[in-house]
């Protein structure tokens, strides 16, 4: 089950990021989940919303260079170490991690993690063995 | 495409008669500009030429150059040979630094300026059934009412919309029709960007021909403007200074620009000035044969060609000059490296993810030049890691240094961000001086 993520290259200067969040802001596009990944040059604003394929056009009309990448969204059980048993049936199992960001969308439910790794159908079956719980696009954008 | 020849008395003369024309058009000419014009009076004399020295066209190696820097010290008019009542319209070309470069006509000048564009024109298949949508600015700038009156000429439809407004650019080519399209090369990308972005569909539009010029231009990007736009795109060349667009033209051979040399003398010549055999790259100089408001003897173009004049499988006997593909004075010396810009774009052509979008900023920090060359993603993006752009950036560098020999910095910007005017592309920013 995987959840399609927008990724979108937006440079480092003053007033882009802004730019940007008012465009999907201005076509009501609601960013479920929000990441930005960042060097002194540019950043990489990873985020998921509903309809995915309607933000893509939006964002690629606008002039932005964009993509969409399969990644992963589980929750993890508020208690401590849930988080690392994840992170060690992955490794176990020599699956690198690309990268890895939380969420909350409700006060006191669980955290929602997604993830990007190299072999996603692989990881999934491993996680599924242990019963980690998945969430497909329509759940996160409901939560 | 068709072959169409608009004057076959004069584009297929014998190189002979070629060569008999010239003599005496460049018998006439030095007269006219030694009689009228003290700037050519004064050259010459300090030679010690005179016009009867001038024979035939070899005799050209006598006469003095005329550089950019001539004009812009008789600004406005100091170099017209026809006296003011005799001149009918100027056209100025905006100068890198301070005041323009003008240009005066006589009624003669834009007769004979409108058949060279219409012969240029009809080298693009264009006929009196076309419907030619002009996308040059109209104004000083030669471009529009240069392509303007060349297409009426053959009395073809002419659209004049001039530059700017690319929303409605893109209606009135679709609406009216247009099977050609002149304008620079950098705005026709524009076009094509903004059709793109509109998702609209090429079989709508009816275009055949771009008559793009004004610039220096690649093949690469000549490729991407044909699949892009669906059409055979051709390479006008021409400057102010000598007239505007029309001087020279591609053909469908596609073997380097016929230059109209019942009207124009091209040479080209080494560093030291000496005259360059044919085939041999230099830099171009022309002059004037037979323009009456400011002709010009051996004006130093600063355009990279070459000439040749070996016959031409469209029919025109007129000799051809290789693309211009560089300007010596657009060319950067770089920690002594000598760097061209459009051997920045075709290396950067060869990478995957990136635009045809550039810019070369050069600056210097203590005795070492910087160089940072700013490039334009495409619209998908190649990975969403940091790792993976911090690896096309460095592949970018890499090509340069291979390709360029200059190690630079290179950063990565969004699609559309760097400038681009609706005349000429900037494509280096050097602030080193
Ligand atoms: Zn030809």
Redesign the interface.
Known sequence: MYVK?I?????NSPG?LADFTRLLGDNGIDLVSLSI???T??G?L?GIVADYEKAVQII??A?????L?DVLAVTVPDKPGGLADILLLLSENEIAI??LYSFVRNKGSNALIVF?VADIDKAQDILRAHHVNFLSQEEICNV | MENIIFNPAAETLSRDEIHEIQSRELRDVTRRVYDNVPFYRKKMDALGVKPEDIKTAEDIKYLPFTEKSDLRDNYPFGLFAAPQEQIVRVHASSGTTGKPTVAGYTQYDLDMWAELMARSLSCAGVNKKSIVHVAYGYGLFTGGLGAHYGAERIGATVIPVSGGNTQRQLMLLKDFGATALACTPSYAMNLADAME?EGMDMSQLKLEAGVFGAEPWSEHMREQLETRLHIKAFDVYGLTEMMGPGVAMDCVERCGLHVWEDHFLPEIIDEDLQPLPRNTEGELVITTLTKQGMPLLRYRTHDLSSLDDRPCACGRTHVRMRRVKARTDDMLIIRGVNVFPSQIEHSLLKIPGIAPQYQIVVDRKGSLDTVEVQVE??????????RD??ALNKRIVGQLASDVLISCQV???????LPRSEGKAKRVIDNRK
């Not at chain 1, 002039?63 to 993509?67: A, L, N, S």
């Not at chain 2, 993603?377 to 940091?386: A, C, E, P, Q, S």
């Open positions: 993520q990724s979108v290259f937006i440079e882009k990944a960042d060097t040059n540019f990489i990873r690629e009309s002039g932005y260079t964009v993509c990448t690309e990268y990007r | 972005r993603l495409d619209r998908t993006l190649i990975g969403d890691t940091v752009l911090e950063k990565l910007c969004q699609p559309g961000s």
